[in-house]
């Protein structure tokens, strides 16, 4: 499916202050500061009761916490985008106000440490000791361990999906649902959609192969199973909400990491989003299939959790 005019426009707007990473910019720290300058493409977040900044242990995170009032409620572990390098609590503010809000869930977005300065594994570690912090504090939150959901876009994505597998690996905590939207599964990087959608739609190729060099200079290492998860035994993970765009080149790791997981008996989701590209999730203001996207996510949530 074509992209249609709105779309193109939003491509080339966010492409157009969206650092040239892996060409023109190849300083983290550069980078991210033309991202924190970058105007707010969602100017009126979702409202929520409540935010605060805490700490999960050493790990700085932000909790999120709904207007209605309920004794105990769900919580999401949310990881943010960026190719393991780039983004921070702030960029994923609006995104995890949605979540909180239309899914009536408490949101724990988490600041964990980025590459280059922090390479492969330090990521995982961090998301998977936020992920152990909630389940433990849960309480004190006002949340309920049992219905503890792990969510990421992403490099977001791949965290959220690998805490799954070392939760199972090391014995817990409990996750009762996977939210991966446009997820970073394959360093191989070899899929066609790499070729199809390698340029143009805002997420190039280049910016992938930037990422994983920062992410894990070490190439070998790459098809391990926490760095590339298409390549674990997905065996008793949680349940999988898997959305993908079409014109994304990671569409079609995505993918095949959805049907891995429903080939593992996995009870797992998979929509693709036609005419929308990597990034467009959070954009509900703008575009149609973004809020549509978003709904999708939040009732999964409600269902899977409520």
């Known amino acids: 499916m074509a992209v249609d005019d709105l779309t193109r426009a939003v491509i080339d707007a966010m492409t157009a202050v969206f650092p040239r990473v892996g060409t023109e910019v190849t300083d983290a720290v550069e980078a991210r500061r033309i991202i924190a300058e970058m105007p707010p493409l969602e100017p009126e977040p979702y409202q929520v009761g409540r935010v605060e900044n805490r700490l999960a242990g050493d790990l700085p995170v932000r ?30 503010d609006s995104i995890c106000r949605l979540i909180c809000a239309d899914a009536d869930v408490i949101v724990v977005s988490v600041d964990y440490r980025l590459a280059p300065e922090h ?28 219905r503890l959901v792990v969510a990421g876009d992403s490099a977001g994505g791949n965290l959220a999906t690998v805490t799954c597998l070392k939760a199972k690996d090391e014995g817990g905590p409990p996750i009762a649902l996977q939210v991966l939207i446009y997820p970073v599964t394959d360093a191989a990087q070899t899929a066609p959609s790499y070729a199809e959608n390698a340029d143009g739609y805002f997420l190039t190729t280049a910016h992938m192969r930037w990422y994983w060099d920062c992410y894990q200079p070490d190439q070998v290492r790459r098809a391990e199973p926490y760095s590339s998860p298409i390549n674990a035994d997905v065996s008793g993970l949680p349940p999988a909400l898997v959305i993908t765009a079409e014109h994304d080149p990671l569409r079609d790791e995505g993918e095949a990491y959805a049907e891995r997981l429903r080939a593992a008996g996995v009870d797992t989701r998979s929509v693709r989003y036609d005419g ?25 949530i409600h269902e899977q959790v409520g």
């Open 63 to 92: 909790v999120y916490w709904p207007a209605t009032k309920q004794e105990v409620r769900p919580v999401v572990v949310y990881f943010h985008g960026g190719g393991f390098t780039l983004c921070s609590l702030d960029t994923h």
């Open 119 to 146: 390479p492969y594994p330090a990521a995982v570690e961090d998301a998977y000791a936020a992920t152990r912090w909630v389940s433990e504090h849960a309480r004190e939150l006002g949340a309920d361990p049992g």
């Open 276 to 300: 929308m590209f990597h990034g467009f999730f959070g954009l509900g203001s703008l575009l149609p299939a973004a809020k549509e996207a978003g709904a999708t996510v939040c009732a999964t």
